[in-house]
Structures are given as C-alpha cells and as structure tokens.
C-alpha cells in the first residue's frame, strides 16, 4: 500500500514537472507564424502520413527480403524481413514529427547562437522557421530511403534517383543547419 502511493506520488510530480517544463514562461513571447510557415506545418504532417501509409503498404505487400544496408556501389549487403518497413517508417514518423513539433518552442531548438534580449523576437521567428524547413528535409529523407529500400528489393532501375534524392535531402540538411546557425547569428548582432 505504502510503495504504490508512492509511486503514485512520484509518477503524478513527474507529469507536472514536465508539464511545467511545456508551458511557456511569462517571458517568453509567442512566435509571429506566417501562412509561409503553416503551408510547411501541412507539409510536414503530409509526410508524416505518407512515410506510416507507404511503411505499411510494403510491409503488406513485401515477400522477399528488405535490404537494410547498402555499400558505395548501392549494392544492399544486410537483409531484413519485412518488418523492417515498419520499424524504418516508425522511425521516419517519430523523427519528424519530434521536428514538426519543436519547431513550434524556440527553446527547444539548439542553434550555437547568443540570443540578444533586443532581437530575441526576430531570432526565435527565424529559428522557428528554419526548424519547419528541416522537418521538410527529414521528412523527405526518410521517405527516398523506404523508397530506396523498396527499389532495391524490386530490382527497380529507379533506385539510383532514390539514392541521389536521399543524397540530396542529407546534403541540404547540413546546408540548412549551417546557413540557420549563421543566419540567426547575424540577426542577434544588430
């Protein structure tokens, strides 16, 4: 009796310790969001929705073994079984949904940046926004590699676009990082 109200007592302060954590300060001000920054929110959960329905549709329709590695040549040298649709998918979805929804709290988005009291505002807005820009690029990532996996298990000549887009999405994700630790950098200094 005396260990489960415990328990319960520790279980309910951890839900309010993180429910404090979530709720914004008195501080800290709302972010301005534009249409621009709505359309890529829509974008994100459209992704989203893809990556689960495609993850699903080849676990269902897959037969012969998933390949899970692939070496310069793009030649796959890890199989899997099927569920490795699932679990890439599920990781796809979990991954960019966690970037859709920080893009939503300035704070949760770590810029090596100084943040300026006067042009916090301003810097959170552009924070925000390249963070919605990411969620795009992951979300896209992901999906070329369940479509490179798939291709790879078809023996589908489509596999080499599947590999330069995936290529791509990666190399603007760095871009993007790069560009938005500069940029929002250069906000704070005037």
Request: charged residues 20%.
């Amino acid at each position: 009796m005396f260990k489960t109200d415990l328990r319960k007592d520790y279980v309910m302060s951890f839900i309010r310790f993180k429910l404090h954590f979530l709720q914004r300060s008195s501080s800290e001000k709302s972010v301005v969001v534009k249409g621009i920054d709505r359309m890529m929110e829509v974008g994100g959960i459209f992704l989203i929705l893809l990556i689960a329905l495609l993850s699903i549709a080849f676990f269902g329709d897959s037969d012969r073994p998933v390949p899970v590695h692939f070496d310069a040549g793009l030649h796959a040298d890890a199989w899997g079984d099927s569920f490795s649709y699932l679990v890439l998918g599920g990781f796809g979805v979990l991954i960019t949904l966690l970037c859709l929804w920080a893009s939503r709290y300035p704070r949760f988005i770590n810029l090596p940046v100084v943040m300026h009291p006067e042009t916090e505002q301003m810097q959170n807005f552009m924070k925000c926004r390249y963070a919605r820009v990411l969620t795009l690029l992951i979300g896209l990532m992901f999906l070329s590699l369940l479509l490179l996996c798939r291709a790879m298990q078809l023996e589908k000549a489509w596999a080499g676009v599947a590999s330069v887009c995936f290529d791509l999405f990666l190399l603007g994700i760095l871009v993007i990082v790069v560009v938005a630790s500069i940029h929002v950098q250069r906000l704070g200094r005037r």
